[in-house]
């Protein structure tokens, strides 16, 4: 796996759903909540001291966020070759329809339109599944006949056969390593017809074991058979595979080039433009260094091709960006951890062979997200730390933010939902998530992407040797690095905490998730497959399992319902250093066997009764368990001659016109 880095929103959902007491700056008459659909919430986020950025760092903000927007369309056909021309379809029959909006066929369309836009496709964004329409074939038949001549896209008929045929197209990303990884996933980065086997041949024949700096094989290409039978591959790129989406990047890349805050940042944006240009992984290399090597700028950005879940294989980047600013007060606490970088290094419980011996370049930040685009929208991470490649990490080092604005979003939403009554065993103990949560959630996610990413060492040739288990065991490396040093007392010594039974509340919430409440996010009888969701079960599951006998874990059960009860918090400490060293060498020695068994014992399968129990508990709340953004609305206000004299920001757009305008304004691949 050449993917190491974020941290999905949803990892942190129970910060999310309970009542963490902490200080807003968030006037109260701000409406978080933009809708609610399906088992969705989409929320607003602010964007604080945005005014006070420079004339030339909003101008930096608005291109780049233009260049963000501009890459949606690219997601969408990565998740699925069908999701273009369904969306067209799905906005055509919405916004042309005559009937009673009210109606219950309508608004199970809209419900299922809402659902593909959250997904980026027809597939849930999580589970990967395809969605169900609650409408009835007749109607939407009825619908596209009353649409105006050109309205619909030609391959209507195909379009409503994927809609109502739960077979075709069913799974997005398939893990089950049983069958053929490519051939049952959806996604559209391998053509149809090409084979798992065929593709790994591939990428054996021209992998190069012994080089120590390797490209990032198949980040930006759709693996295809040539006219001549042979594997090849097509490029993402100008000229190539979504030439007219990335031209209009490399237009407004180039815009904010103009507005860069120094020498170092347009020399950034320059090679970003020369890899999109080229397609030369080489290049995105040599960008990354730089990126990663630049702790100056106060604005910041992510924008290509880098997170791999959509890949069942782990090697396509699906396309994402985020625009950024750096929140100078809240960064004095990543600061402070990456500054002891190698003190976490070096007294890590993992074997001193997996070690790094010296921690180079590791710079942390807290960051307030200006855009959220392609991969990280809706749905966005709340912690990132790139780049991937673990050589550049290793001789160039990692650059890792928390989003504070959209972690305090999630906050500020879920005042007063009931969790903490529903699920947590005693008044003491919620007590503790009150005043502790949002801290130590913090800080989990600080030292999660500042540090845990950036731990550790791989045995040359030992990338993508876990396979289709490398972002649930990645994930759980640097979880469990930061949920044992959560209760180190080097946090108490450093500031970052002001009590030594603070860390209690993390580990509480923490486990009560892996075990229990992240199932609400499950449908009865499907497995675990999210990458995320297996890293926390596995991690939950082995403490209990391996804590039995000293019942550092307990089930309670009490008036028919099930708690989770810690007796000994130090203990479960142990534990988790433990299972950190066993996840670090099978990270870095490539041990699939282990990992593979590892995932299948504790991560995969789901106790029906537990599951049920969880649901109905759920039901009483009616939480969303998924949620989700929408964007601001930048504008840029010009004088008479055309000139940009400010840029302002507004956060009233709703979430059907906010996807009615992307789909409108950015519809590059047309």
Not at 6 to 30: H, R
Not at 190 to 219: F, H
Not at 300 to 320: A, H, K, Q, R, V
Request: proline share 3%.
């Amino acid at each position: 796996m050449k993917k190491v880095l974020i941290a999905a929103a949803m990892a942190s959902m129970l910060a999310a759903t309970s009542c963490s007491k902490t200080e807003t700056t968030q006037p109260q008459e701000f409406n978080y909540v933009a809708d609610r659909f399906a088992d969705i919430e989409v929320l607003r986020y602010k964007v604080p001291d945005f005014e006070n950025l420079t004339l030339n760092q909003k101008k930096l903000v608005y291109f780049l966020t233009e260049a963000a927007l501009w890459g949606r369309d690219i997601l969408w056909d990565q998740n699925n070759s069908n999701n273009l021309a369904m969306r067209r379809l799905l906005e055509a029959v919405y916004t042309n329809y005559q009937g009673d909006r009210n109606s219950a066929e309508f608004k199970a369309f809209e419900t299922y339109m809402k659902q593909v836009w959250f997904g980026n496709g027809i597939h849930h964004h999580y589970s990967t599944d395809k969605f169900t329409p609650g409408f009835s074939r007749e109607f939407l038949a009825a619908q596209l006949e009353a649409l105006p001549e050109g309205a619909a896209p030609e391959n209507t008929a195909e379009l409503v056969e994927v809609i109502f045929n739960p077979t075709l197209d069913a799974k997005r990303v398939n893990q089950d390593a049983s069958v053929d990884l490519i051939t049952s996933s959806a996604n559209n980065m391998y053509a149809p017809g090409v084979t798992q086997a065929e593709v790994e041949a591939y990428y054996n024949s021209i992998r190069k074991p012994d080089d120590l700096t390797p490209i990032s094989y198949g980040l930006n290409t759709r693996v295809e058979r040539g006219t001549d039978g042979k594997i090849t591959e097509n490029t993402y790129k100008v000229g190539g595979l979504y030439s007219a989406a990335i031209e209009k990047i490399v237009e407004n890349l180039d815009s904010a080039r103009q507005y860069a805050e120094n020498d170092a940042q347009r020399q950034i944006i320059g090679s970003l433009i020369d890899f999109y240009t080229s397609g030369d992984l080489a290049t995105f290399d040599k960008y990354s260094i730089e990126w990663a090597e630049d702790t100056i700028s106060q604005v910041d950005f992510i924008n290509g091709f880098i997170e791999t879940y959509g890949d069942p294989l782990g090697m396509t980047g699906s396309w994402e960006s985020i625009v950024n600013f750096k929140n100078i007060p809240a960064s004095a606490r990543t600061e402070t951890l990456s500054a002891e970088a190698q003190w976490f290094e070096d007294n890590s419980p993992v074997d001193a062979a997996f070690k790094k011996n010296k921690v180079k370049g590791v710079s942390a930040k807290v960051i307030t997200a200006a855009i959220l685009a392609g991969d990280a929208y809706p749905a966005t991470p709340i912690g990132i730390n790139l780049p991937n490649a673990n050589w550049i990490r290793a001789a160039h080092g990692s650059k890792s933010v928390t989003i504070e604005n959209i972690t305090q979003a999630y906050d500020e939403a879920s005042h007063g939902n009931g969790f903490n009554e529903e699920f947590v065993i005693d008044e003491e103990t919620a007590a503790l998530l009150d005043n502790y949560l949002f801290i130590t959630d913090n800080l989990h996610t600080d030292l999660h992407e500042c540090l845990g990413h950036g731990s550790g060492k791989l045995m040359p040739g030992k990338e993508d040797a876990l396979k289709e288990h490398g972002s649930a065991i990645e994930e759980a490396r640097a979880d469990l690095f930061a949920l044992y040093y959560l209760a180190d007392p080097k946090l108490i010594e450093m500031g970052l905490l002001d009590n030594p039974e603070a860390y209690k509340a993390e580990y509480y919430k923490y486990i009560l998730n892996g075990m229990m409440t992240q199932l609400q996010r499950i449908e009865p009888g499907k497995d675990v497959e999210e990458a995320h969701m297996r890293n926390r079960k596995l991690i939950a599951e082995w403490a209990y399992e391996h804590g039995k006998d000293a019942n550092v874990i307990e089930l309670v059960k009490r008036d028919g319902k099930t708690y989770i009860k810690i007796n000994d918090y130090e203990a479960l400490r142990g534990l988790f250093g433990q299972l950190l060293a066993e996840i670090q060498r099978v990270r870095s020695t490539g041990d699939y066997a282990a990992a593979n068994e590892l995932i299948n014992a504790y991560a995969v399968k789901v106790d029906p009764e537990m599951h049920r129990e969880v649901l109905d508990r759920y039901a009483t709340l009616n939480i969303a368990p998924y949620k989700g953004f929408v964007n601001p609305v930048y504008t840029a206000v010009r004088d008479q001659n055309g000139n940009i004299t400010d840029i302002t920001v507004d956060y009233t757009e709703g979430y059907v016109d906010q996807m009615l305008r992307y789909g409108r304004d950015y519809n590059a691949l047309k």
